[in-house]
Antibody, heavy 113, light 111 residues
């Protein structure tokens, strides 16, 4: 069955970067793109961007343009989301998703001095 | 960006009774390909959102038939015919026309 397994929780200081991984299994990785969505405390879900697993093409939300980089390693069936210049407002649970139906378990990123 | 709104924002339901949630979008979600890209999710505490309904009215794999979706253009509705205890959580609508945006969520609990 389709599974997306994300890396573990992270604690970062303001100004640092964080890189979250999302390992896919149960399907042909290059057949589907991967989305990244975040959920800050008390906030609605927020789409950050997408990568086409076959060709590596990316699309980013305007809000995150310049601070988020999504990449993938097809040999490892893994997608990555790197967020730079972290601020306290970036404290959130970050999810990867394959299409609308399959989501990772979420990765809590806490930004605190 | 397309703005999604939901009403009500909270709902308390007696088990066995129906429930309904409305979702409105600031622009039509009808794509030029003829499909309408509106989705419904349920998020339980500590879990990722789970897809209930895709493209307005199609139940995702394994979703009980007490869940149904309807609507068109900018107005959509999720109905639960008979609420069960396991249906508690926050319900979100989402559009994927451009870019993806979510509603604020409707918190459903049991009376």
């Amino acid at each position: 069955q389709v599974q997306l397994v994300q890396s573990g929780a992270e604690v970062k200081k303001p100004g640092a970067s964080v890189k979250v991984s999302c390992k896919a299994s149960g399907y042909t990785f290059i057949s589907y793109g991967i989305h990244w969505v975040r959920q800050a405390p008390g906030q609605r879900l927020e789409w950050m961007g997408w990568i086409g697993a076959a060709n590596g093409n990316t699309r980013y939300s305007q809000k995150f343009q310049g601070t988020v980089t999504i990449t993938r390693d097809t040999s490892a069936s893994t997608a990555y989301m790197e967020l730079s210049s972290l601020r306290s407002e970036d404290t959130a649970v970050y999810y990867c998703a394959r299409g609308p139906g399959y989501w990772g378990q979420g990765t809590l990123v806490t930004v605190s001095s | 960006d397309i703005v999604m709104t939901q009403t009500p924002l909270s709902l308390s339901v007696t088990p066995g009774q129906p429930a309904s949630i409305s979702c409105k979008s600031s622009q039509s979600l009808l794509h030029s390909d003829g499909k309408t890209y509106l989705y419904w999710y349920l998020q339980k505490p500590g879990q990722p959102p789970q897809l209930l309904i895709y493209e307005v009215s199609n139940r995702f794999s394994g979703v009980p038939d007490r869940f149904s979706g309807s609507g068109s253009g900018t107005d959509f509705t999720l109905k639960i015919s008979r609420v069960e205890a396991e249906d508690v959580g926050v319900y979100y609508c989402m559009q994927t026309i451009q870019p993806f945006t979510f509603g604020p969520g409707t918190k459903v609990d049991i009376k």
